[in-house]
């Protein structure tokens, strides 16, 4: 007799081997953790990992996923909460740039998933779902100045807070408010008045 899978249970063990498997990837780098190095890390057997996932790479999608998701959905809640277009803007940075750790963490493993994705298809298909999402999240800051040429501003923020996001993890001491102020001055180069500075 197969055992009933609770789906509240499995959503909750996926969801904590995802976030075992980011910090392995994030200590080791991609390329250098194996599914037993992330098992040893979730503290179950490698054949959990396979059952859940099916591969290394569907992990690592999963982890992108997923992390990708809390980063939207957080910052979209931000920006609807935020009153003023320069509170939308200030909650958009923010979000960009959450804490010295988490930011570094997280953009670490995002430049291992995007340079692994240049060669994996199936990664690559994770990597454009990613630049969806975040053109959406990015349209909805970039629509502040106007729709006429929101989706070229959107790219423009995008780049912005991904070259940003580059030198943050180079930086050996990165002052988190001083990348937030520089995020903050690029998007008002962006968009333009009204804008003035914050």
Do not use: W
């Not at 939308?88 to 340079?115: C, H, I, M, P, W």
């Amino acid at each position: 007799m197969a055992r009933k899978v609770n789906p509240i249970q499995d959503r909750s063990r996926r969801a904590a081997l995802e976030k075992a498997a980011y910090l392995a990837i994030y200590e080791r780098g991609y390329a250098g953790v194996t599914l037993a190095d992330i098992a040893a890390h979730a503290g179950v057997s490698r054949g959990t990992l396979v059952y859940h996932f099916g591969s290394r790479a569907g992990l690592l999608a999963a982890v992108v996923r997923r992390f990708t998701r809390t980063i939207g959905v957080a910052t979209r809640r931000a920006l609807r909460q935020a009153e003023s277009p320069d509170a939308k803007l200030v909650a958009f940075v923010e979000n960009q740039f959450f804490g010295v750790e988490n930011t570094r963490r997280f953009y670490t493993v995002s430049l291992d998933f995007l340079a692994a994705a240049t060669r994996d298809p199936e990664l690559m298909a994770v990597q454009r779902d990613f630049v969806r999402e975040t053109l959406e999240l990015d349209l909805e800051l970039a629509r502040l100045a106007g729709e006429d040429g929101a989706e070229r501003r959107a790219r423009q923020l995008r780049a912005l807070v991904e070259g940003l996001s580059v030198r943050f993890v180079a930086d050996p001491a990165p002052d988190l408010e001083l990348y937030r102020a520089d995020c903050v001055a690029g998007v008002q180069a962006i968009l333009g008045s009204p804008f003035r500075p914050i």
